[in-house]
């Protein structure tokens, strides 16, 4: 089944604890701390795989998660690094952070355009450092190592944009598929009733021996498809990414000009600047008495909206031979705005988090909560438990003002504070 659309989660592995150990060989007394570092945890990683034209294979596979890191040992052995997942997807492929249940908006993650493009979505957490790495002059037997950070999990959106240099787009049972067939080696379902096709299909058309494109056949579009309205309207994010779009009218419709501007105001409703691609028109179904007989008509209508439509038939090959001609000039024209687009200097936009490097403490209905990258990833990597490890943390919240500001905003004993995914209840007995 097409999928252009899914969400799924995906969790990277978690970093591997360091080690609390101490060298314990005869004849070797006082041995000191040997405790060896945790493992970083393994990366969730998408890759563009040529030959991939859906994302149904993610309809049975919503949860992907990659392997922990191990944990350090004694003798400084290290663990070993958690494995990489990496998901194949489809060329075209766009990805953004799901929205949380928050409701604040998902954000932008990137996009993979060529084959063998890669993104990481989920990066795994690092190692923690094992004991050794804390002895000091003064401090020669630490008990103190880190906890593994912990992996980034989250909800992603995947939706796939197909990539084609050309997209036919016009109304229901317009004659897409067909001449679809007719250009290309494609072969697309077609019948005479509404909605034939719907998923987009692909075909190449084979200008010379040396030039070729691929042209998409996009399901019809309908009054309201921009909201949702007609089987269609899921599909209209596979124009946008189009260089060239051939607009299809069906010459046996009662009212063709009057259905090709249903047409185009989904277009520029979806996205204006759709309309401003090159755009050669087309009247199919030439080989009809009755389309031959209302062509002048219907081309007079056209020719006065600014359009310049070219009859033709996919069953006789009336116009096909122009017509190839006319979508080859239209993918130059394509080609020399792309050219002109690039040669404009690129603007690098620079967006400052002030939670990267800061932090801040805010007030909810069961406590206090300290947002920040720095502390929450210091709080994820200290074990508690352990009392230096402990004392080591409330100093870390005393250097950088934290401390003060807990007791500022009311902290007292049994106040709850949430620092990332740690919970920790407030004591003054320390």
Do not use: C
């Amino acid at each position: 089944m097409f999928a252009d659309h899914v969400r799924i989660f995906v969790a990277a592995g978690d970093g591997g604890d360091g080690s609390r150990s101490f060298r314990r060989e005869a004849h070797v007394p006082r041995g000191g701390p040997d405790g060896g570092d945790g493992g970083g945890g393994g990366d969730v990683l998408l890759l563009a795989e040529p030959g991939m034209t859906t994302l149904g294979d993610f309809r049975r596979r919503r949860h992907i998660r990659a392997r922990p890191g191990g944990r350090g040992a004694g003798r400084r052995a290290h663990g070993r690094n958690g494995a990489d997942v990496v998901i194949p997807v489809p060329p075209g492929t766009v990805v953004r952070a799901a929205a949380e249940a928050t409701g604040e908006p998902g954000g932008w993650l990137g996009e993979l355009l060529v084959p063998g493009d890669r993104l990481v979505v989920a990066r795994g957490g690092r190692g923690g450092r094992g004991n050794v790495h804390f002895a000091t002059p003064t401090h020669r037997a630490p008990t103190h190592f880190e906890k593994g950070q912990p992996g980034e999990q989250r909800w992603i959106e995947l939706e796939l944009k197909l990539i084609a240099d050309m997209g036919l787009v016009g109304a229901p049972n317009a004659g897409k598929s067909t001449l679809l067939a007719a250009l290309t080696a494609a072969r697309p379902e077609v019948a005479g009733y509404p909605f034939t096709t719907i998923s987009p299909n692909l075909g190449v058309i084979e200008f010379d021996d040396e030039r070729s494109a691929v042209i998409a056949d996009v399901p019809g579009l309908i009054e309201g498809a921009h909201e949702g309205q007609g089987l269609g309207h899921a599909f209209l994010r596979h124009v946008e990414r189009t260089r060239v779009l051939v607009a299809v009218v069906d010459g046996a419709a009662d009212d063709p000009a009057g259905d090709w501007q249903v047409v185009a105001d989904e277009l520029r409703l979806h996205d204006p600047a759709l309309l401003q691609r090159p755009m050669p028109m087309v009247v199919t179904k030439h080989d009809l008495p009755e389309v031959r007989h209302r062509w002048p008509q219907v081309r007079r209508r056209l020719a006065g909206a600014g359009q310049r439509p070219l009859a033709v038939s996919a069953h006789d090959g009336t116009g096909l031979a122009e017509l190839r001609r006319a979508l080859a000039d239209a993918l130059d024209e394509a080609e020399r705005r792309a050219a002109e687009v690039a040669a404009e200097a690129p603007v690098r936009v620079h967006r400052f988090d002030p939670l990267d490097a800061g932090w801040q403490v805010v007030a909810e209905p069961t406590g206090l909560r300290v947002r920040g990258r720095r502390i929450e990833s210091a709080a994820a990597r200290t074990d508690f438990e352990n009392p230096e490890s402990r004392d080591r943390f409330q100093r870390t919240l005393e250097r950088l003002g934290i401390d003060a500001e807990l007791r500022r905003m009311g902290a007292a004993p049994g106040t709850l504070v949430r620092i990332g995914r740690t919970e920790l209840e407030w004591g003054d007995d320390e």
